[in-house]
């Protein structure tokens, strides 16, 4: 089976549905950012961590090609701010910049590497381990009823 992440069966409308719930669950918005004064993540970051999610989806085993309407909503949510998370962390890490003047300690705009990175951390971890159950889940699940043994047509009383 090929992995895929194609995020292929959205509409236009439903990806903009999503991608707003995600905003949401992030309080992304131009309010809330007071440095930046716009929203942190592009639709286009945003339509690409989407992707990556349904790709790490497939990826996990059983291995898979399904498309983002199978995976459940919450994990897709989780895997999206991961995503976002881990590119937000490398964008910290790259613009560090912490510098002394006169015994002062000055913390740049964007020394908050590790504070991305745990939360990244955590979206992973949480990812992973409620993808791994779903999985093993619908993997046993889809056995009850198929799997058979010889013992079946063996009778308990004998005529």
Request: hydrophobic letters at 35%; a negative charge.
């Amino acid at each position: 089976m090929a992995i895929t992440g194609a995020a292929a069966d959205i509409t236009e409308e439903e990806l903009q549905e999503f991608i707003e719930c995600v905003r949401m669950m992030m309080r992304d918005y131009g309010v809330n950012n007071h440095l930046l004064k716009k929203v942190q993540f592009e639709d286009e970051e945003i339509s690409r961590a989407i992707d990556l999610t349904v790709s790490q989806w497939n990826s996990t085993p059983p291995v898979t090609s399904t498309t983002w309407r199978l995976i459940p909503e919450h994990l897709l949510f989780l895997g999206t701010c991961r995503w976002l998370m881990q590119a937000e962390s490398f964008l910290q890490v790259r613009n560090q910049i912490s510098v002394q003047t006169d015994g002062l300690g000055v913390v740049g705009l964007d020394d908050k590497y590790q504070l991305y990175y745990n939360q990244m951390q955590d979206l992973r971890s949480e990812f992973k381990r409620e993808t791994q159950e779903r999985k093993y889940a619908d993997n046993i699940a889809s056995g009850f009823g198929s799997v058979s043994s010889g013992y079946a047509n063996v009778s308990r009383f004998h005529s």
